[in-house]
């Protein structure tokens, strides 16, 4: 087996782990593996034939998916609020600082709505499109595939200034960082370390790392964390006064391959958000033990990213009759219904 390709056996084995898991682990929810078997058994190729499409075209759009439905579930929960535009009513998340000219894919998800709603009219909430389109986009990069609980409902509501707050961001410590994750009833070790590793694959601004380059926490100077060859290569593409949207590969090594290779970076300094090397240079950390693991074992990683991620898909749900169903994931029922009946008229 090589290492790019998970095993049937890790993907089993997750899956009972996740199953094995305490009473508590997870929220007590009605999401369910099988909740569209019967009223939309097409969800999954629907979803996994329009990401397949929109890769040949943009090769960052897997990484782009996966943070939509990490951004989503860390304010007030997976119910797909990072969607909504901004309305009479709503104040858009997609405007807070960790979303503004950085969250995308938004057209590839409605693309995977309007067909959707062709296929199985009023079924498929957009929260539960996020988290499938998440695991569809990790397993086409390589990575593993695990059994989606589904059966979430879709907010009425935004909340920005949540969002400025409780995602977390690349210029943060681990201190923060931990802060952040336990809000929302992810563990400060495992879990954090696990769901990192998701930046084994995508691009990032280089308006995000300037300040790491050349006046770190207001020095003057670099981050001392950097490997000195990697900041020339980083100061080479991002210098002072230039292009801040130019684009810089999270994983240096394997760019569009969701593999082991981030922890590997991080042993070598090369982690390029400063998030993202505080998991390995700040010391003492029980964090840096668990990147050793997973740098040197794939399997490994894969495992815990999957029980990390059926986590994370469980924080705070809409079910049962709370929320709606939208059937645009810009705009919610009422909204919808208005500019329909506006335009109609």
């Given at each position: 087996m090589t290492?790019?390709?998970?095993?049937?056996?890790?993907?089993?084995?997750?899956?009972f782990i996740a199953l094995l898991l305490p009473p508590g682990s997870f929220p007590a929810t009605t999401l369910s593996p099988s909740f569209y078997d019967e009223t939309c058994p097409t969800v999954f190729s629907i979803i996994r034939g329009i990401i397949e499409q929109a890769l040949l075209s943009d090769p960052r759009?897997?990484?782009s998916l996966l943070r939509l439905h990490f951004h989503d579930c860390f304010v007030n929960g997976c119910d797909?609020?990072?969607l909504l535009d901004n309305s009479a009513n709503i104040e858009s998340e997609k405007e807070a600082a960790p979303n503004n000219n950085s969250a995308r894919g938004f057209e590839v998800v409605d693309a995977m709505k309007i067909a959707l709603e062709f296929e199985c009219p009023g079924i498929v909430s957009c929260a539960d499109i996020l988290a499938i389109a998440a695991q569809e986009a990790v397993?086409?990069?390589?990575?593993?595939?695990?059994l989606v609980l589904l059966g979430r409902r879709d907010s009425t509501t935004a909340n920005r200034?949540?969002?400025?707050?409780?995602?977390?961001a690349a210029f943060e410590t681990l201190d923060v960082l931990k802060s952040k994750f336990a809000a929302v009833g992810l563990n400060t070790s495992t879990d954090l370390v696990a769901l990192?590793?998701?930046?084994?694959?995508g691009?990032?601004?280089?308006?995000?790392?300037?300040?790491?380059?050349?006046?770190?926490?207001g020095t003057g100077k670099a981050d001392p964390?950097?490997?000195?060859?990697y900041l020339e290569t980083l100061r080479k593409v991002c210098p002072q006064g230039g292009n801040g949207s130019v684009l810089l590969n999270l994983d240096p090594t394997t760019p569009n391959t969701f593999d082991g290779n981030y922890y590997t970076n991080l042993q070598a300094q090369e982690g390029l958000l400063q998030s993202d090397q505080e998991l390995f240079s700040t010391s003492g950390a029980d964090t840096i033990e668990i990147v050793e693991r997973f740098s040197s074992n794939q399997i490994v990683f894969f495992e815990s990213f999957v029980v990390s991620m059926l986590k994370m898909g469980n924080i705070s749900p809409v079910t049962g009759t709370e929320g709606e169903i939208r059937l645009s994931c810009r705009r919610v029922h009422m909204d919808y219904t208005s500019s329909n009946k506006w335009s109609s008229s």
């Open positions: 290492k790019e390709m998970p095993s049937l056996r890790c993907i089993i084995a997750t899956l759009i897997g990484a797909a609020s990072i397993n086409l990069a390589g990575g593993p595939s695990w200034t949540l969002a400025n707050l409780a995602i977390p990192s590793g998701a930046h084994t694959f691009r990032a601004q280089c308006t995000i790392v300037i300040e790491r380059l050349y006046n770190f926490n964390t950097l490997n000195a060859t």
